[in-house]
């Protein structure tokens, strides 16, 4: 019954996860934009949609070796919040070389753009901190026993035996 409970509690913190990286990865890719000053006010709506497509595209390009890191850390109770910055810059990072064309005869990715590199390995970074914040200090629980009870206290010296 744990298992279930901590497989919800993981989604939760998925979800949250890409959803920190997915407004770092918008709002730094959209920066050069905001900075101009002759930019008028922004349309919140349009926002709102820029951001529900940097939700969808870190969590579906996330799953997978997100998966790879939560499973590490539950199987063998990893909690640091220094090992789950370091998986979220190594899923950051999977993510952009994922979409990087790879020459296998050169052994080298073609066309890296630094700054998105930088970007994806910040927004993997925070996205392993919001994870921990959640879900990662707790990793592992659900593979304790549970507490045993403890005894009720004594009756009073002079009361009835209940019926």
């Excluded at 579906?60 to 220094?82: C, H, K, N, S």
């Excluded at 998986?87 to 005869?105: K, N, Q």
Aim: glycine share 12%.
């Amino acid at each position: 019954m744990a298992l279930i409970g901590r497989f919800f509690v993981v989604l939760f913190g998925f979800l949250f996860a890409c959803l920190a990286a997915g407004m770092i990865v918008v709002g730094a890719v959209l920066y050069p934009e905001f900075s101009d000053l002759g930019a008028g006010p922004i349309d919140q709506g349009a926002i709102n949609v820029v951001l529900g497509f940097g939700f969808i595209f870190i969590s579906g390009f996330a799953l997978l070796p997100a998966l790879i890191v939560v499973l590490i850390t539950e199987a063998f109770y990893v909690r640091g919040v220094l090992t789950y910055a370091i998986g979220g810059a190594l899923v950051g990072c999977a993510c952009y070389l994922g979409l990087v064309p790879f020459d296998p005869e050169t052994m080298r990715f073609d066309g890296i753009v630094r700054r998105h590199l930088e970007i994806m390995t910040g927004a993997g970074i925070v996205a392993g901190l919001v994870y921990w914040m959640i879900a990662g200090r707790t990793a592992g629980a659900w593979r304790e026993p549970p507490k045993p009870l403890r005894p009720p206290p004594p009756l009073p010296a002079h009361s009835r035996p209940y019926p």
